[in-house]
Every structure is written in structure tokens, then in C-alpha cells.
């Protein structure tokens, strides 16, 4: 291939992956959920531009230029771009596979996925800091000028690329087996320990790195770049092996053995049900992170809040922080509720009111589940940091009143989630899902925060105790509610669950 051959092809796959997206089933579903990002953007742009403003004021009366200081502390903001890099940038892998068909040279397709990820508008994000910060500590400088603030904009673009491609590579192995994300966050701790903490080497290499760039040294530019090149050989070797994998479904599957679970049996319909849900999340990988994402939320605020002081005395934070210990796992399981029944939804559809019985699992399952924060909550009321009455009362209010809420997806989901490979971008949220999970988020928090201003936290236990009591009495009714919704609405959901498989 000619370079101009090259050119036009990398072109001609930028446009088609943009006609892709938009002609996608769920693009029209997705627009709210674009007008919310794009909001959310927009705040955390003027947030990140406050602190470019703010930082040359406040570091200006210490011992280092304010430039440097921000310079050696990179790391941090490696630390934070690779984490938010998750709900923002995916692998090429599950993009490339209908390209192989094409007569294109293998390496090329794979080049022009890795350029357009280097290339990507995230790498640019954080300019939003840089630009103003290096405006008024750089470009203003008595020393420095305008062309040495475009040398390190440039650094800081290159490094942000070396993240970018860092992220893949991790993530690519990541998306094989979930425990490989223990692999980058122990590089992660060990620099920030040994490097910044104990001591001084990895701030001093950043530092000299990003200096050399502010005076267009052209060695500081080769490292970045030789790493660009190193990070960007080794993911175009990875992802050549996993989108074969994808295709050729080489990977090995182990066999799983059969449970009877004889003693659901007893249940009926129901019983049927719950052997379902509990094999869905034991076999099936999407299902299982969701089920798995949602328990390590769940440890994480139990363990934030019983271990550290951070939120000791902040009655909001408090607040937030016992409810969603209960609500966290229903929550992010049931979002996508019916979504991966869409795989076989028509086969429900052929019994009747078997969609009443497997709504009628699904509360009974999640319900059950609520013993695993239970346990984690042992941990604060043993550090007084929780009564028993507040966390009963939480736990009743989850099952009686939040989860009869999120429950309401089921008449509005309407997309497939498949069962074994990664949810993409266009499986994106609907409105729907959007305002019940930010309901769900923030009125439960906003109720027991008045409730233990008005009263105390016995009281506010009691109240939402007796509150979500009433809801689990009253599950046959609400659940038969639902139900008789999304019959009306079967034609329309079907339709959208075949489209989108």
C-alpha cells in the first residue's frame, strides 16, 4: 500500500466507525444519556480549569516553581486518568472483528484502531488544567514564553497518549481475567510509595522529564516518544492475539459442573427462576462483574467507613454511606434488569405470567443478598461508627422502598445484554436508567439525612425500618404492578431486545 492509499483507508474507517455509532438501534435511546454526559463534561471541564487558575496562586510562596512541583507530582494524575479511563475508552478488540473480512493488511487495521485511541479527544481532557495552569506559571514567567508553554502542552499530550496506551494494554487483559487490574494499581502503589513517599526519585524523574520539554530539549522528547512507540508495538501485539481469540473462540472454557440445587425445587415456577439467577452470575461473565462490581462497592464504603476518619463528623457523607451500603449491589445488578433475559425473551413470552415469577426471583434473590452487607456492616458497628438500628433500618428500606423502585426498569429496558462479552458504547444507558439511578443514588440518602437531623438515628432506623417493612409486605401487589406494565408494553420491548442482540 502507498502512503496515500494508507491516508485514504485511515479516512475511510474514521468515517465508518462514526456512521457505525450513529446508525446504531440504541443511538436514539442514547441521546439523553449523551446530553448528561456531555453536562457532566462540562462541569468537571470548569472544575479542571478553576484548578488551573487556582494552583499558580497557591504554589507561588513555595520552596519550587509551581510548574515543577505540578511536574513531579504527574503520577497522580497518571493514577486518576487511568482510573476514569474506564467508563471512557474501550478496547478495539470487539470494534475490529468485522474489518478482518475486508481485504486490509492485518497490522495496517490494527495501527489505524491504536492511532485513532492515541489520537482520541480524551487524551486532550486534561488541557483543561495545563492550558490555564501554563499560562500563568510559563507563558507569564519573566524566563519562559509562549512557544515554551506549547513544548509542554505538547510533553503533557505525549504522556497522557503513554497513559492512554497503558490503560489498553491492561485493560485488554483485564477484559480476559478481572484480577489482572491488581497488576497496574500494585505498579501504581509501589511508584507512589517508593517514588514520591519514601522517597524522591520518581518525583525528581518526572520533574526533569517535563523541564526538558518546557525548553524543547529534544532528549525529554525522544524518552516520551520511544515510550509511545513501545506501548504502541506492544498493544498492536496484544490485540492482534485477543481479536483472534474473539473470533476463533480459542480461549479454553472450563467445564462446569451441573447443581441440581434439588432444594428450590419445592418453589415451583419461582424455584425455577432462582436456579437461573444463581447460575447466570456463576457462568455468565457480564452478569457475574455486575454481581461482582456491585459486592466490592459494597466492601469498599463499609471499609472506608469503619477504617478512616474521612467522614467522621460529616452527617451528609454518613448518611450516603449507610444507605448505599445496603442499596449499592441491587442497585447495579438491577439497572439492567430483563436485559439479559433479552437473550431469550421469547421463550419467556411463550408461558404465561412467567415473567411474574421471574420478577418475583429476582426480588427474592437480591432480598437474600442482602445478608453479604450485613457482614460488611459488622465492621463500623463494631467501630460505633453504626448503630443496629440504623443499619436495620437501611436494610429494610432497600428491600421495601429502593429496590421496588429500580424494580420499574423492568417495563422500560428494552436492550439485550449479552451475556459473555463486554457492554460497549452503543449499550449505553437509556433516560430511564439514567433518573432511576440517580434517584436511587440521592433520594434515599436526602430521606434518612432530614430523618436523623429531624430526630435521632434511632428514630430515623425505626421510621425507615417501619417505611420499608411495608414495601416487602407489599411485594405480590407492586411486582403484579409492574407485571400487568410490561405486558402492555411486550410488542415494543421485544422488538427493541431483538434489535439490539
Request: glycine share 6%; hydrophobic share 50%.
Amino acid at each position: 500500500m502507498t502512503f496515500k492509499e494508507k491516508v485514504f483507508l485511515y479516512k475511510l474507517l474514521n468515517r465508518n466507525r462514526t456512521l457505525a455509532e450513529k446508525r446504531h438501534p440504541m443511538f436514539d435511546k442514547n441521546k439523553a444519556m449523551k446530553i448528561f454526559t456531555f453536562i457532566f463534561i462540562g462541569f468537571w471541564a470548569c472544575y479542571l480549569m478553576f484548578f488551573g487558575f487556582l494552583f499558580p496562586n497557591v504554589l507561588k510562596d513555595e520552596s519550587e516553581e509551581a510548574y515543577d512541583i505540578i511536574n513531579g507530582g504527574f503520577l497522580v494524575f497518571f493514577i486518576i486518568d487511568f482510573l476514569t479511563r474506564f467508563g471512557l475508552q474501550e478496547t478495539p478488540a470487539q470494534i475490529i472483528k468485522p474489518y478482518k473480512l475486508l481485504p486490509i493488511p492485518e497490522n495496517y487495521l490494527h495501527s489505524v484502531f491504536l492511532i485513532r485511541i492515541g489520537l482520541g479527544g480524551y487524551n486532550l481532557f486534561w488541557f483543561f488544567f495545563f492550558v490555564p495552569f501554563g499560562l500563568l506559571s510559563i507563558a507569564l514567567a519573566p524566563f519562559y514564553n509562549f512557544l515554551n508553554l506549547v513544548g509542554y502542552l505538547l510533553g503533557v499530550w505525549l504522556m497522557f497518549v503513554v497513559s492512554g496506551y497503558w490503560y489498553l494494554f491492561w485493560r485488554t487483559l483485564i477484559n480476559h481475567h478481572t484480577l489482572y487490574i491488581l497488576c497496574p494499581l500494585g505498579v501504581y502503589a509501589a511508584l507512589l510509595f517508593f517514588g514520591m513517599i519514601d522517597g524522591q526519585w520518581c518525583y525528581d524523574a518526572l520533574q526533569w522529564l517535563l523541564r526538558g520539554c518546557i525548553t524543547w530539549n529534544p532528549i525529554n522528547f525522544g524518552i516520551i516518544v520511544i515510550a509511545v512507540l513501545i506501548m504502541f508495538y506492544i498493544n498492536r501485539i496484544f490485540q492482534k492475539k485477543f481479536v483472534y481469540m474473539e473470533i476463533a473462540k480459542v480461549e479454553k472454557i472450563k467445564k462446569v459442573k451441573s447443581r441440581e440445587m434439588a432444594y428450590l425445587n419445592k418453589f415451583g415456577d419461582v424455584g425455577e427462576y432462582l436456579k437461573l439467577e444463581i447460575k447466570s452470575i456463576l457462568r455468565n461473565k457480564v452478569v457475574k462483574k455486575q454481581f461482582t462490581s456491585g459486592l466490592i462497592c459494597t466492601l469498599m464504603l463499609c471499609s472506608l467507613f469503619a477504617f478512616t476518619d474521612a467522614y467522621d463528623g460529616q452527617e451528609f457523607m454518613r448518611s450516603f454511606i449507610c444507605v448505599y451500603c445496603f442499596a449499592c449491589l441491587g442497585v447495579i445488578t438491577l439497572t439492567s434488569v430483563m436485559g439479559p433475559e433479552g437473550n431469550y425473551i421469547d421463550g419467556l413470552m411463550s408461558r404465561k405470567e412467567s415473567v411474574l415469577s421471574l420478577l418475583k426471583a429476582k426480588y427474592y434473590f437480591i432480598c437474600i443478598m442482602m445478608i453479604i452487607p450485613i457482614c460488611f456492616c459488622v465492621m463500623p458497628i463494631l467501630q460505633n461508627k453504626m448503630t443496629v438500628m440504623e443499619a436495620l433500618g437501611c436494610m429494610l428500606f432497600s428491600a421495601g422502598c429502593i429496590f421496588p423502585f429500580v424494580f420499574q426498569l423492568a417495563v422500560y429496558n428494552s436492550t439485550t445484554i449479552n451475556l459473555n462479552e463486554k457492554m460497549t458504547k452503543g449499550t449505553s444507558n437509556s433516560k430511564a436508567q439514567i433518573l432511576v439511578s440517580l434517584a436511587a443514588l440521592f433520594v434515599p440518602m436526602a430521606i434518612m439525612y432530614v430523618l436523623t437531623i429531624a430526630f435521632n438515628t434511632f428514630y430515623a432506623g425505626m421510621i425507615m425500618s417501619i417505611l420499608g417493612t411495608i414495601g416487602v409486605v407489599l411485594h405480590p401487589m407492586w411486582l403484579k404492578n409492574i407485571y400487568s406494565r410490561f405486558m402492555k408494553r411486550r410488542y415494543e420491548n421485544m422488538a427493541g431486545f431483538r434489535a439490539t442482540r
